[in-house]
């Protein structure tokens, strides 16, 4: 059996995962600003930052879930799935009710997505 089988699988899923949602909110928020600019109040800049944040915190999570086996990236892994966790959460908490049921329940499963990913990182399975 190879060790981290389950902790690299997890660790894709929730990779892809979250491009997908950052590819979901790329396109909902680039119609929303396509009305905003419509109506000449078009302000793109936290977009921008939201968007390239899921999609950088996705491709680390798919990368970094191949290198598990190493001790000091296993421990970096670990901290970065909690923290990423903790904010995804956070955000849920803080939006509920701005952004719609599937874009909040998408966060709410990415935050728990990351919190079970560092889990099964620290049993080391």
Not at 7 to 17: A, F, H, P
Request: net charge positive.
């Amino acid at each position: 059996m190879k060790e981290y089988n389950a902790s690299k699988w997890l660790g894709i899923l929730v990779g892809m995962l979250t491009l997908l949602g950052a590819l979901v909110f790329g396109v909902i928020s680039l119609i929303g600003m396509g009305f905003s600019f419509l109506f000449h109040s078009f302000s793109g800049g936290p977009f921008f930052i939201i968007f390239v944040f899921l999609i950088l915190s996705g491709i680390i999570t798919i990368i970094g879930a191949r290198n598990l086996p190493k001790k000091n990236r296993k421990n970096l892994y670990l901290i970065y799935c909690l923290i990423v966790g903790a904010m995804l959460l956070i955000g849920f908490f803080m939006s509920y009710g701005a952004l719609g049921r599937e874009i909040e329940l998408l966060l709410l499963c990415l935050g728990i997505g990351y919190g079970l990913l560092a889990f099964v990182v620290i049993q080391g399975k």
